[in-house]
T-cell receptor, first 114, second 113 residues
Framework: KAGVTQTPRYLIKTRGQQVTLSCSPI?????VSWYQQTPGQGLQFLFE???????NKGNFPGRFSGRQFSNSRSEMNVSTLELGDSALYLC?????????????FGDGTRLSIL | GESVGLHLPTLSVQEGDNSIINCAYS??????FIWYKQESGKGPQFIID?????DKRQGQRVTVLLNKTVKHLSLQIAATQPGDSAVYFC????????????FGQGTILTVHP
């Protein structure tokens, strides 16, 4: 069974640009969560999607957005990039996103802002 | 101002020793906990989970202990191997929050051959 797949693995952007990251969950998993990982703040929750609906959101500005498609694949978008957005962006999937199911992570997209 | 990076706790052991990694969680509403292992350049890898109606759960070479009274989790790794070297994170679900895990800061485990 294939794991969570994130593309691209690496991205370099400049301030003010926007970026879209993609995540394909494990087959059969309908919940997709996104996290930002930085050396300063650790792993922080961005948002969660289930059945194409955002059910939960962390404390990030509106520049961070996402969506989910009918096949459960998800994308996240960051607009007007800032230097502080440089991070590893991780996607995790679970069966239904209920609070007592394990989340399985992809290897992330490393975003660098110049 | 200048941001300060997290200073992760470190644990250094010899190959074959048993390792114990500790974690204090913050939310008394949390009823589900997970341990993850993260190797350089990879995403967190699921190791073992435990629900709040249990105080101990065993897997292959790993045991998780949960003490709800003091909000403490530990991960025990038996016969630690060099391949166990990684950063280990505990995570809690915060109760009923959909799809959200709150992670600890992590512990760096180094296993010397």
């Amino acid at each position: 069974k294939a794991g969570v797949t994130q593309t691209p693995r690496y991205l370099i952007k400049t301030r003010g640009q926007q970026v879209t990251l993609s995540c394909s969950p494990i087959s059969g998993h309908r919940s997709v969560s996104w996290y930002q990982q930085t050396p300063g703040q650790g792993l922080q929750f961005l948002f969660e999607y289930f059945s194409e609906t955002q059910r939960n959101k962390g404390n990030f500005p509106g520049r961070f957005s996402g969506r989910q498609f009918s096949n459960s694949r998800s994308e996240m978008n960051v607009s007007t990039l800032e230097l502080g957005d440089s991070a590893l962006y991780l996607c995790a999937s679970s069966l239904e996103g209920s609070g007592n199911q394990p989340q399985h992570f992809g290897d992330g997209t490393r975003l660098s802002i110049l | 101002g200048e941001s300060v990076g997290l200073h992760l706790p470190t644990l250094s052991v010899q190959e074959g020793d048993n390792s114990i990694i500790n974690c204090a969680y913050s939310n008394s509403a949390s009823d589900y906990f997970i341990w993850y292992k993260q190797e350089s350049g990879k995403g967190p890898q699921f190791i073992i989970d435990i629900r709040s109606n249990m105080d101990k759960r065993q897997g292959q070479r790993v045991t998780v202990l949960l003490n709800k009274t003091v909000k403490h989790l530990s991960l025990q790794i038996a016969a630690t191997q060099p391949g166990d070297s990684a950063v280990y994170f505990c995570a809690e679900n915060g109760g009923t929050s959909y799809g959200k895990l709150t992670f600890g800061q992590g512990t760096i485990l180094t296993v010397h051959p």
